[in-house]
């Protein structure tokens, strides 16, 4: 990959030209969906975009200090974070990568949740310090799953570069990964049953309670860059492999819509369950799946 | 299962949040604004006095009085009108916030700016009844004691 198209990747598409507009797309859609299926009317189609212009025009309130400076820069790092991370996905064939841009995917999806659970302390609410307990809680829960899921279709590649894995043939194991990983988005997204770290109408907006203003704009945006992310992260994984450039942007667009609709009809279904029940689910019920699914990938690449 | 059938019909059936009325109706008992009719007021200044957030105020003048009313200051609460005896202010019912459906809500920039005076010329007082005419008793005549009360 060459620095051209690095940057180009990183600022067009799939970064941030196009990432931010997918953003308040795709806020969109799941407010929108889930209004529908609750016969509610929902927000118009420029809502999340407005209220990203509303909140950079407010005033955030003056913080002095090492915590002030801190709550304005875990937004900004949460959204270089997502924006990088959406930046790396191989959407485009012959798009370039380097060996082990997997791992650094990972690293970028994670950094937005650590910022999260930072900021949460950072504002020294107790609303905040619960929101961000129970971030890390989760965090602890759903990473294990995620990054077992992942490392499995890895593994039974024998590369760690996503476009290798994107164009990877498709076998049972990396259906049952893709699986694993789309358990573990609505808790990387905090949408229900997983909405406990932000959770509306019992701990206010959790970790971003203290924040206004343009900080809590780039909040917004760093969700929405994390749902183009997530959902983009499926989209390569299960998208065939064309060699038409538009095409397979429209495959990737289509897909990760599909995807959002999927998580919001999950939302709307389920309700908001208790930290213990989540932690329960996750290291009980799914951990079991992720290591089949590690032992069977080293298995198989010991075999051949 | 069942909740996803339920959001499948939700779906099919559309929103039923019922939008915000554009034309609402204006009950019987709505309080307007206060409409102030000159040829009934007598200036007995009753509303001045009932009025407790001071949007009424009252002037005496030589053979006239002057009545303002500022709608800015007013809470519409009603006493005003419940107190006039002639029936010379009335709630007003056009200028509702939601219906408009007459005119619209008043809007005002600066303090006092709806205020509204009237300069009413005193009524001459009302010729008073003729008395009815005195029978003076003949001298003798018995006269019902207030005790009793005369005949019950």
């Known amino acids: 990959m060459t620095l051209l198209t690095a940057l180009a990747r990183l600022l067009i598409f799939p970064g941030l030209l196009f990432a931010v507009p997918a953003a308040w797309f795709f806020l969109w859609v799941e407010r929108k969906s889930v209004a529908l299926m609750q016969e509610r009317v929902g927000p118009p189609f420029m809502q999340p975009f407005f209220d990203f212009i509303k909140l950079l025009g407010k005033s955030t309130p003056p913080r002095s200090g090492i915590a002030g400076l801190l709550m304005r820069a875990w937004p900004l790092i949460a959204v270089s974070a997502a924006a990088g991370a959406v930046g790396l996905l191989p959407v485009l064939p012959s798009s370039g990568g380097f060996e082990g841009d997997l791992i650094l995917l990972l690293a970028l999806l994670e950094l937005p949740s650590i910022c999260i659970i930072a900021a949460g302390f950072s504002s020294r609410s107790i609303f905040g310090e619960i929101g961000s307990a129970r971030e890390a809680a989760l965090s602890v829960s759903y990473n294990i799953v995620f990054l077992l899921a992942i490392v499995s279709i890895a593994a039974s590649q024998h590369t760690f570069r996503l476009d290798a894995l994107a164009s990877a043939p498709f076998t049972p194991l990396h259906w049952l990964g893709i699986l694993a990983i789309l358990v573990c988005l609505p808790a990387k997204l905090h949408i229900n049953p997983f909405s406990l770290p932000n959770a509306e109408q019992e701990i206010y907006a959790g970790p971003m309670t203290e924040y206004a203003g343009p900080e809590l704009a780039m909040w917004e945006l760093s969700h929405g860059l994390e749902w183009v992310a997530g959902t983009g992260l499926v989209a390569t994984l299960v998208a065939p492999h064309v060699g038409v450039a538009w095409l397979a942007a429209c495959i990737f667009v289509a897909i990760s819509f599909a995807v959002v609709l999927l998580l919001s009809a999950l939302a709307t279904a389920t309700a908001r369950l208790a930290i213990d029940s989540t932690v329960r689910f996750y290291w009980q019920c799914t951990l079991i799946f992720a290591v089949l699914a590690v032992s069977s990938a080293l298995f198989m690449r010991f075999r051949s | ?152």
């Open chain 2, 1 to 152: 299962m069942n909740i996803l059938t339920m959001m499948w019909k939700n779906l099919r059936r559309g929103y039923q949040t019922l939008l915000f009325p554009a034309h609402p109706r204006v009950t019987p008992r709505f309080r307007g604004l206060v409409q102030f009719d000159p040829a009934l007021c007598t200036g007995c200044a009753v509303c001045r006095f009932r009025c407790t957030s001071r949007a009424i105020e009252f002037k005496a003048g030589k053979g006239e009085f002057t009545w303002s009313y500022n709608p800015g200051q007013c809470t519409f609460c009603g006493r005003c009108v419940e107190g006039c005896a002639e029936h010379a202010l009335k709630e007003g019912h056009t200028e509702h916030a939601l219906s408009q459906q007459e005119a619209v809500p008043p809007i005002y920039t600066v303090q006092g700016e709806l205020k509204k005076s009237y300069t009413v010329a005193r009524k001459p007082p009302a010729p008073k009844p003729a008395a009815p005419p005195t029978v003076i008793p003949p001298a003798g005549a018995a006269v019902p004691s207030p005790a009793t009360g005369g005949a019950q």
